[in-house]
């Protein structure tokens, strides 16, 4: 499924940075259980402060005995373009180091900051695979632990949906014309050199 992808970047990047995208139309295509490991083999081996490694992916491929546990996580505006998806995780973060229940736990700084970096090297092996990762935050973060019976000392960080690029026209009009690859702010609004700017 072709897409009217309009990305330029500022400086010389590998095309892969710009043509990976997060779509909400997929093709209803299954997954092999293998394909999903390999992007998760990806995913294992991001940098993390101290190799701690404190990501965890809990995923169901649809139309396992899992995927109505995990869906039923999804607020309804995402449960109603992710039913299409082929597997659905969510990328959780342990809070802090040490042994688990022990007195030499201590809060981890970037639990946050890891995770997220292995959320990007999974997406990008999703698409270097021809699937493409929607990464969400709309899911009951309220419930979540208790829903994916996650314990204490773990923060369920995200959702993402994988798949193939479906047929936009199965998604409502206005999500429709959202499904295309996503602009991004000029590069000297992101990146100061010396001084920070708030914008």
Known sequence: MTTSNTRESSYPIDTMFLD??????????????????????????APSASNLQPWRYL???????HWDKLFGVL????????????????????THTGELGSSEQKPSYSHS??????????????????Y??????????DKANEMLGVPDGYRVEAAIAI???????????????REVPSQRKPLSELAFNGTFVAK
């Open 59 to 65: 995923y169901a491929l649809r139309g396992s005995e």
């Open 163 to 177: 798949g193939k690029v479906g047929d936009k026209n199965q998604l409502s009009e206005k999500l429709r014309e």
């Open 75 to 94: 607020v309804e505006f995402n449960q109603g373009w992710v039913k299409s998806a082929a597997a659905l995780l969510f990328v959780i973060s342990r």
């Open 113 to 130: 900051f890891d995770a997220g970096t292995s959320w990007g090297f999974l997406a990008l092996q999703a698409h270097l695979m021809g």
């Open 132 to 141: 493409e990762a929607h990464g969400m935050t709309g899911f009951h973060a």
């Open 20 to 45: 990976r995208w997060s779509p909400r139309a997929f093709t209803k295509e299954t997954m092999p259980e293998s394909d999903l490991l390999t992007m998760l083999e990806a995913a294992h081996w």
